[in-house]
């Protein structure tokens, strides 16, 4: 029996909207199975914000980009921290999904005024 190869893993915590809490978690989990990724580990943190945090596997890497940049355009998220690893890669890490940028940008010109 061959030895199974890694598979590309994202490590995820977002902070979820408390407006609608199930909404927004079932948003973000139904994305990431229309997008074919598969949960390894799953947890949340209630107090004192809601965090979710995910592990989440696919055959390949662009998979879960492409669920990072889903992300962006859907329900109220905030995306506290996002490790791809990708076994077959070894170039450095793409850029993180623009609403991270914008709320560094956005940290960065408070602090600045």
């Given at each position: 029996?061959?030895a199974?190869?890694?598979?590309?893993?994202?490590?995820?915590?977002?902070?979820?909207?408390?407006?609608?809490?199930?909404?927004?978690?079932?948003?973000?989990?139904?994305?990431?199975?229309?997008?074919?990724?598969?949960?390894?580990?799953?947890?949340?943190?209630?107090?004192?914000?809601?965090?979710?945090?995910?592990?989440?596997?696919?055959?390949?890497?662009?998979?879960?980009?492409?669920?990072?940049?889903?992300?962006?355009?859907?329900f109220?998220?905030?995306?506290?921290?996002?490790?791809?690893?990708?076994?077959?890669?070894?170039?450095?890490?793409?850029?993180?999904?623009?609403?991270?940028?914008?709320?560094?940008?956005?940290?960065?010109?408070?602090?600045?005024?």
């Amino acid at each position: 029996m061959p030895a199974s190869r890694p598979l590309p893993t994202l490590r995820l915590s977002l902070r979820l909207a408390p407006s609608d809490l199930f909404s927004t978690m079932e948003w973000v989990l139904a994305n990431a199975r229309r997008t074919g990724l598969a949960p390894q580990q799953l947890g949340f943190d209630a107090a004192p914000q809601a965090v979710l945090h995910a592990t989440l596997t696919a055959d390949d890497a662009g998979l879960l980009w492409l669920f990072l940049r889903r992300l962006d355009n859907g329900f109220d998220v905030e995306l506290l921290v996002a490790d791809v690893e990708d076994p077959d890669d070894d170039t450095v890490a793409e850029p993180a999904p623009r609403a991270a940028m914008r709320r560094d940008r956005a940290a960065e010109l408070m602090l600045t005024a």
